[in-house]
């Protein structure tokens, strides 16, 4: 599984335009573990983009944006722009399935994580380039809140 870390708000609204109309699409798998796909997140980017002038007009909670499930998303016809909220798999598959559609993301890749369903928690078992201090460091499972900062 990946561990991904949300970016903040005004990163994701820098790829952004008011003249985008928009579905944001989440996924219940590795984002929602690591805490940056929930469905309350979902709602909660919709709700503050929508309040700064943005034209957010649906919004899915997909199992594993990075198959094929993600056809699970109806998108509205008028929707030229998709926020991912999974990882980069998950990100660049919709970009693949629907090549028309600006597709930007919300998250940014750590690592690879291993859960400890029984803690409920999760492990940076590998991490990507430039996250390499977060090598074995230990997370809340669903809020990616860090629990054993500077600890490994």
């Not at 984002?31 to 940056?36: I, L, P, S």
């Not at 997909?62 to 722009?81: F, G, S």
């Amino acid at each position: 599984m990946i561990f991904t870390k949300s970016l903040n708000y005004e990163d994701i609204k820098k790829q952004l335009s008011k003249d985008d109309v928009i579905s944001v699409i989440g996924c219940s798998s590795c984002a929602r573990v690591a805490g940056t796909g929930t469905s309350e997140q979902i709602a909660k980017l919709a709700k503050a983009l929508k309040s700064d002038g943005y034209n957010i007009v649906d919004g899915y909670w997909i199992n594993t944006v990075c198959t094929p499930k993600v056809y699970q998303a109806k998108l509205n016809k008028e929707v030229n722009t998709v926020i991912t909220m999974s990882c980069s798999a998950g990100f660049a598959n919709v970009k693949h399935i629907y090549p028309d559609l600006k597709v930007v993301t919300s998250c940014d890749d750590v690592g690879l994580m291993e859960a400890n369903t029984k803690q409920g928690t999760i492990k940076i078992a590998m991490a990507y380039d430039g996250y390499e201090d977060k090598k074995g460091s230990v997370f809340e499972m669903y809020t990616g809140n860090e629990i054993n900062e500077g600890v490994k």
